[in-house]
């Protein structure tokens, strides 16, 4: 999902993830209605928002641990869950030590490893390179691929990063105050336009007309945070 800030991506992610009712309709994540069965969807999911997720205090280990018992997963499974996803984030050697000494990206991709322990059908991620330097940026663009290729996850996230939505993306949504105004391939939005627009024409022509209330000092406060811990 792109849009400018205020658009509504981050109050959309709160409403498919549960966290936030909606104030009329519904909508089905994993074939499950966010309304009638909230409690199933979350089964069926995984979040990482831009907020930090993963406890300093502790392990990359013990945060794996407390969140294999936060989503349920069986105890004689915990341990190959663990240590695959160690493994698959490129944390097992650091696997032991304190996150607080962790980079920013090593914490993204720790905070990635928490999410998809449960397997989940759908992984929703706000911002999720938001404050890297470009190596770490690539790292974790590299996890997402491999989640995706190993377990057939569906991923949902949101980003002002156009490279990132080029890479990443099969499909683009943007959202302008808080309405859907296009929807399509990254190739095809910009073949619309010409044959050489990019995605930051494509993002131009939909959202650069217009000021959009919303993004104000608490959302901009949190993207700052998130920003400076990560970087």
């Not at 627009?197 to 993002?203: G, H, K, R, S, Y």
Request: proline fraction near 3%; charge should be neutral; hydrophobic fraction near 45%.
């Amino acid at each position: 999902m792109l849009g400018s800030n205020g658009a509504g991506k981050s109050t959309l992610i709160k409403m498919l993830t549960t966290l936030l009712p909606p104030t009329s309709g519904d909508a089905l994540v994993a074939g499950l209605s966010i309304v009638q069965a909230p409690s199933a969807v979350r089964s069926h999911i995984g979040y990482v928002p831009q907020m930090l997720s993963a406890d300093g205090s502790l392990t990359a280990r013990e945060n794996l641990v407390f969140s294999a018992r936060l989503y349920g997963v069986h105890s004689g499974d915990r341990a190959t869950r663990i240590a695959d996803a160690l493994r698959l984030m490129g944390l097992e050697e650091s696997a032991n030590h304190l996150v607080s000494t962790y980079s920013g990206g090593m914490i993204r991709r720790l905070e990635l490893a928490q999410a998809m322990l449960h397997r989940p059908s759908v992984l929703f991620l706000d911002e999720p390179t938001i404050g890297l330097d470009p190596l770490a940026r690539h790292a974790v663009w590299d996890r997402l691929q491999a989640l995706r290729k190993d377990f057939g996850m569906t991923v949902l996230l949101t980003t002002h990063d156009m490279e990132e939505a080029s890479r990443l993306c099969d499909e683009l949504a943007i959202l302008n105050a808080g309405r859907l105004v296009v929807q399509g391939t990254p190739s095809d939005l910009c073949a619309a336009l010409s044959a050489t627009a990019t995605l930051d024409d494509v993002f131009s022509h939909f959202c650069g007309g217009s000021i959009v209330r919303g993004g104000g000092f608490v959302d901009t406060r949190e993207a700052r945070v998130t920003a400076s811990r990560l970087g």
